[in-house]
Structures are given as C-alpha cells and as structure tokens.
C-alpha cells in the first residue's frame, strides 16, 4: 500500500505544469523540429488537457477499442505527416477573462501554411488546454472532431 501511494504521488508530481502557454507550445514545436531533424517521432505531452478535453479524448480511446478513433492526424501538426517550417509562437489574452488565454502558432508543414489557435483556461492555478481551431489548411476544432460518437 506504501508503495503504490509513493509510485502514485509520483505521477502526479510528474504531471506536466503550464507556467506559461506560450512558452509551452513554442518548446512543443522545437521538440517536433527536433525530431524532424534527427528523423524520430515525437509525442506531445498529453496530461495537459481540461477534464472536459481529456473526457473527450478518453471517450474516443474507449470507442475506438484499439482502433483509429475520431481524429487519424496529429492535432499539433495539422497532419499525418510533417515537416515544418516557418514556425512562429504568439499569445493574447481573452479581454474579460484573465484566466484564458488564445496562443496562436502559425507554420508551414510540408509546404502548406496552418494556424493554429490554442485555447487555454486556467484552472486551480494550473493552465490546461481547453480546445484548438484550424483556421488554416484543413479548417476544424478539436473537439468537435473528438465528438464524432454518439
């Protein structure tokens, strides 16, 4: 019992801390450039996500069943595939809300120019991403696309 409390508080302090969502989704995109550069895979932090975006997330991973769920792209690069390029990271507060903030990442993956919008709240004096727009390339909002079941 000593053990699996030890083990569990120290996931929990491994969770991921947002001080600062911009700085966050810049270092993100270096990892993803990084990567690119040494020809390896990257995975973005997922323990970063509001309860009502892990809900959806979890919701999908259960309906799939193994499966390719809702969304067959990787979110941070608005594709399957990526080579990116011209990467720029900015922020801007929600007028009236202090607790959220947009962080807006516009880039070329494979050639083609995307924005990303990256809506955070914060909650419990945690930022936690809340949702994401496409407004470039492949237009969408990512949890709409998480709500394809029923």
Request: without cysteine; proline residues 2%; charged residues 20%.
């Given at each position: 019992?000593?053990?699996?409390?030890?083990?569990?508080?120290?996931?929990?302090?491994?969770?991921?801390?947002?001080?600062?969502p911009e700085k966050f989704v810049?270092?993100?995109?270096?990892?993803?450039?990084?990567?690119?550069q040494s020809h390896k895979d990257y995975v973005a932090p997922e323990d970063i996500y509001t309860p009502r975006l892990a809900g959806l997330f979890a919701k999908d991973k259960k309906m799939a069943k193994g499966e390719v769920g809702c969304i067959e792209m990787d979110f941070w690069v608005n594709g399957q595939?990526?080579?990116?390029?011209?990467?720029?990271?900015?922020?801007?507060?929600?007028?009236?809300?202090?607790?959220?903030?947009i962080?807006?990442?516009?880039?070329?993956?494979l050639r083609t120019p995307m924005e990303l919008h990256f809506h955070f709240i914060q909650q419990r004096g945690k930022w936690l991403l809340d949702d994401v727009d496409s407004l470039k390339g492949d237009k969408w909002t990512l949890s709409k696309l998480l709500s394809c079941w029923p």
């Open positions: 019992m000593l053990l699996a409390t030890a083990l569990l508080a120290n996931l929990l302090s491994a969770a991921m801390e947002i001080s600062d810049t270092d993100v995109y270096k990892q993803y450039v990084a990567a690119q595939d990526w080579k990116l390029g011209k990467v720029n990271v900015s922020s801007q507060s929600v007028a009236g809300h202090p607790d959220r903030k962080v807006v990442a516009t880039f070329d993956n």
